[in-house]
């Protein structure tokens, strides 16, 4: 209060020198600067995806500096993976990407799986994928859906969520949890798919391919939301390379690269020599490549392509074991090893350091949000306060994978 | 045409009759239409959240309000102004006090005084007001000093923000709003909203003005878009940017202040939709007033000792004209509605680019049309 | 290229501060004790020379690791008297990973930074220096990622002791 009454008061004295001076009013009106406000946004903000703060400096509508402060969803994920043991980890993992808990399941487990050097059962790694890509489908919906959100429109938001339900009936008929499903596990899988459920995922595939095109045409070749999104955020070839970006953000920069098919893991090299699927990448088709529209429409796509791959496994599975034989109390030997998978933001990595003890001497979880998070600093300087939103949203963060 | 607080005045002669001295009468009469004047404001609100509610649900696979008070949920609305009015009166620390609780109330007052130029039916009205749609437009823009007080007092910056979006966006839409109403001011010759419905009486009462000119479509459709600027209804909704601003320039308000700004915003939103029945489509005049007026239409007045004053003989035909004048409006709240719940919201460079480069110029186009294609025609 | 193809360009690159490799390798059956070391190869490297390293890991046509995935620290035991750095790196063009490993002595754990290098490990690195209380030299800015800014110890240390209080809030 103190402040901004002084500020004024020196306001006016100025201005009235200035008349009593005659004629200087012009030369102060040309002077008045004003001052660069400093706005919180966040950490509680509808459009942050989550408890983050970006400290923007604008002048006026245009963000002239910002700064994200992340912190507020630490967990100490990784202190808590050296001290409880191996198997006890599982759910910690389902914690830190929320919205895929699945893929955080199976990075963590293949992680392990490469220290142990164990074999995975068939059965159990098509059940892997299958969960994997549907759990991409989930959480691309809420990016897609929430994106909407930001920009303004409220109904695709709904229409998201009625199919990302159904996604969550048929996890919780596998294994019980919507969100946080503790099921792909060092080994294999939790549980055997019941029966009936191969049928419901074929028949909720089926549904979501003729609902896709509806939701591309409402949303993304929306004109209001092109304006928005198109040639906004742009993130140039080298800017995400030196930024260290994994996932949908390199690959709307026109970067073709995908763990899935270059660095194969599970099933996928299997897949993608079938012809499976394809990885979309950014082709710069409403403006300039790397925008926030490309972000979103490589994510638009990926989801149809999850469909194929799981179309795939529905139709390549057999019988057997879902789970290898492991003791209850595991003792993995001595090594470490870094497993970096595709998760639905990006590379999620766990470099895992055993010292033979049924402790963990070090897990470290490599979160794509965060790295991705960083290119903020650079891109929001520059843009509008609605562009900022527009950009925080495609960069499609988890502030559980940021803080972890 | 007789005034219409002369209505009011009629009621209370014939329930009080020689009790009480005549200004008294003329007095309570002004209350009477005072108060009749915030009823409509507030029941055209609680309708007008029941129907935002229903529509958006319907758009999003859901079914909105279904519980309370039976039917479809029609006393939802009901419901949440008892809940409104029971909340904590909160002044933010630090924000101005007088302004903060005073930029509601000049909302109100101001979509208050445009609602008076709206008339009820063709004899029943709060007042004849010659300029019309002129008063209408001029009452509706003072809403946005109420916005950028509440911004302001506030003390949040994100208010700041909204209330600044809101000031820019509404003087840039004003000028294509004000233009683009000439093309029926033209045609109609007047801006009195009750001359201009009658002007479109024939044809059974399909004589619009949208059917008589070739730019009265363009026009409505500038208008139209006008408007949702200036009622800050999406996807111009950037001063109440919900995702951005979490509510802008509403952010710090709650319970019976934060539903004054929202009374508002329906009603101005009826305004809009009704100067359009009126200037564009017809007004009171359709089908439905055409028979009415046929059978009941020589049964409005009757004179009695030399003073003409309104019968209730003629009731049917008021009940028509009304339901014309009120369907029309609601259409236009709904597309209000329809597109708010579709389109994404614009950035607010987008919205005064549109505004200054695109909506003035074609609205000026078809004024310069509009009298062109007049002064060929006559 | 596998790592036995990395790690060979790289000796012949004469890439600086490069120390060795380290390839997993089963139990040695004369030695009861040890149960060998399973899991990823790595390439061992000073940490003082680690920013010229990373460079001709990024620039070099064979190797072209353009993507720093990740870089943190481990800490292997409390009476151990060295921190571990862990620099993951991944080809775009090549399509292969390299892990890197540099030994720190925990009583001063000072490394110049590789922000020059990768954008990326801006915050890789102030994560590892407020986690493990390791300098990175000519950070552009050392601020707190995780941890508020007023955070006394480092918490991914193996002898850190967590404090009985913060701000008054008990954190028994």
């Known amino acids: 209060m103190d402040e901004r009454s002084t500020a004024t008061e020196q306001l006016e004295a100025r201005v009235r020198e200035a008349q009593v001076a005659g004629g200087g009013e012009q030369e102060f009106m040309l002077d008045v600067r004003t001052q660069d406000m400093e706005v919180n946004f966040g950490p509680q903000h509808p459009a942050t995806h989550g408890v983050m703060r970006v400290l923007m400096r604008t002048d006026g509508e245009l963000c002239t500096g910002a700064q994200p402060h992340l912190g507020y969803l630490h967990r100490c994920a990784e202190k808590i993976g050296e001290n409880v043991e191996w198997l006890q980890y599982l759910p910690y993992t389902d914690r830190y990407d929320y919205l895929a808990a699945m893929n955080n399941n199976l990075g963590y487990s293949m992680a392990v799986e490469a220290v142990l050097g164990i074999e995975i059962p068939r059965r159990a790694e098509m059940l892997r994928v299958i969960c994997a890509e549907l759990n991409r489908i989930g959480s691309h919906l809420i990016a897609f859906g929430t994106y909407g959100l930001d920009i303004g429109a409220f109904t695709p938001f709904f229409y998201a969520f009625r199919e990302r339900e159904w996604m969550q009936a048929l996890f919780e008929k596998i294994c019980g949890a919507r969100l946080t499903y503790s099921y792909i596990r060092i080994g294999g899988v939790f549980n055997d798919a019941p029966p009936g459920w191969l049928e419901e995922v074929a028949l909720f595939c089926d549904t979501f391919e003729q609902k896709w095109p509806e939701y591309y045409d409402l949303l993304i070749e929306n004109q209001i939301f092109i304006k928005r999104t198109a040639n906004v955020g742009i993130i140039p070839h080298d800017m995400a390379l030196d930024f260290g970006l994994t996932g949908p953000m390199l690959r709307a920069s026109g970067i073709d690269f995908d763990l899935r098919r270059d660095l194969p893991y599970s099933l996928y090299g299997e897949i993608w020599k079938d012809g499976a699927f394809r990885i979309p990448v950014g082709k710069g088709e409403k403006g300039h490549l790397g925008d926030c529209w490309d972000r979103t429409w490589v994510r638009m796509v990926e989801m149809m392509e999850s469909i194929k791959i799981v179309r795939w496994c529905l139709a390549h599975i057999e019988e057997g074991p879902v789970l290898g034989d492991l003791p209850k109390t595991l003792r993995v030997p001595p090594g470490e090893a870094y497993v970096g998978i595709e998760n639905p933001r990006g590379e999620l990595g766990h470099y895992v350091v055993s010292g033979g003890d049924k402790v963990a001497l070090r897990v470290r979880v490599r979160g794509p949000s965060f790295t991705n998070l960083a290119v903020l600093e650079d891109l929001l300087p520059g843009s509008l306060v609605g562009d900022a939103i527009a950009i925080i949203g495609s960069t499609d963060i988890v502030v559980g994978e940021t803080d972890r | 045409m007789e005034s219409g607080t002369n209505a009011f005045l009629e009621v209370l002669r014939m329930a009080f009759g020689d009790l009480a001295p005549g200004w008294v009468l003329v007095l309570g009469s002004t209350l009477l239409a005072v108060g009749g004047a915030l009823t409509l404001i507030a029941v055209n609100a609680l309708f007008a959240t029941w129907l935002e509610r229903k529509v958006s649900g319907h758009i999003q696979c859901r079914f909105g309000p279904m519980y309370v008070g039976g039917w479809h949920g029609w006393a939802q609305s009901l419901a949440d102004g008892i809940k409104l009015i029971t909340k904590e009166d909160l002044v933010p620390r630090g924000g101005d006090r007088t302004l903060f609780m005073f930029a509601p109330a000049l909302l109100l007052a101001a979509i208050f005084g445009a609602m008076v130029a709206f008339p009820i039916t063709p004899q029943i009205y709060f007042a004849n007001v010659d300029l019309g749609v002129y008063f209408i437009l001029g009452l509706s823009a003072l809403t946005t000093i109420g916005v950028v007080m509440a911004g302001w007092a506030s003390n949040s910056k994100w208010s700041l923000y909204g209330a600044m979006r809101e000031a820019a966006q509404v003087v840039a839409y004003e000028v294509p709003l004000g233009i683009s109403l000439l093309v029926p001011v033209m045609v109609a010759g007047t801006f009195n909203l009750l001359d201009a419905s009658a002007e479109q009486s024939g044809w059974y009462g399909m004589h619009w003005f949208i059917f008589r000119n070739p730019f009265m479509i363009p026009a409505l459709v500038l208008f139209f878009v006008a408007s949702l600027a200036e009622t800050k209804r999406a996807p111009f909704d950037l001063p109440e940017a919900e995702s951005e601003l979490v509510a802008g320039f509403m952010t710090e308000y709650s319970g019976i202040r934060w539903s004054f700004f929202f009374m508002e915003e329906y009603a101005a939103m009826l305004l809009m939709s009704a100067v359009a029945a009126v200037f564009f489509l017809g007004g009171f005049e359709s089908p439905l007033t055409h028979f009415a007026n046929a059978l009941w239409g020589d049964k409005l007045f009757v004179t009695a000792d030399g003073v003409t004053s309104l019968s209730l003989a003629g009731l049917p035909y008021h009940l028509a004209a009304g339901l014309t004048l009120i369907l029309k409006a609601l259409f236009g709240v709904f597309m209000m509605m329809w597109l708010r719940w579709t389109l994404p919201r614009i950035r607010i460079d987008q919205v005064m680019t549109m505004g200054y480069k695109y909506l003035t110029p074609l609205s000026l186009l078809c004024v310069l049309g509009a009298g062109i294609w007049e002064a060929i025609r006559s | ?172």
């Open chain 3, 1 to 172: 290229m596998d790592f036995q193809g990395i790690n060979d360009r790289l000796l012949v690159l004469h890439a600086p501060g490069l120390l060795g490799a380290d390839e997993p390798r089963p139990p040695d059956p004369a030695d009861k004790k040890d149960k060998g070391r399973s899991g990823d190869p790595y390439v061992l490297v000073d940490p003082q020379q680690l920013v010229p390293f990373l460079e001709v890991c990024r620039d070099d046509e064979r190797l072209r690791f353009e993507l720093l995935v990740d870089l943190t620290a481990t800490d292997p035991a409390v009476d151990d008297e060295q921190l571990w750095i862990n620099v993951a790196l991944l080809s775009v063009t090549h399509r292969h990973r390299l892990s890197i490993k540099c030994q720190l002595p925990k009583a001063d754990p000072v490394l110049p930074s590789t922000t020059p290098v990768y954008r990326a490990s801006q915050w890789h690195e102030r994560e590892c220096a407020e986690m493990f209380g390791i300098t990175f030299a000519g950070h552009p800015d050392p601020r707190h990622m995780l941890l508020p800014d007023d955070w006394v110890g480092h918490p991914l240390r193996k002898d850190y002791e967590f404090p009985k209080e913060y701000h008054g809030i008990s954190c028994e």
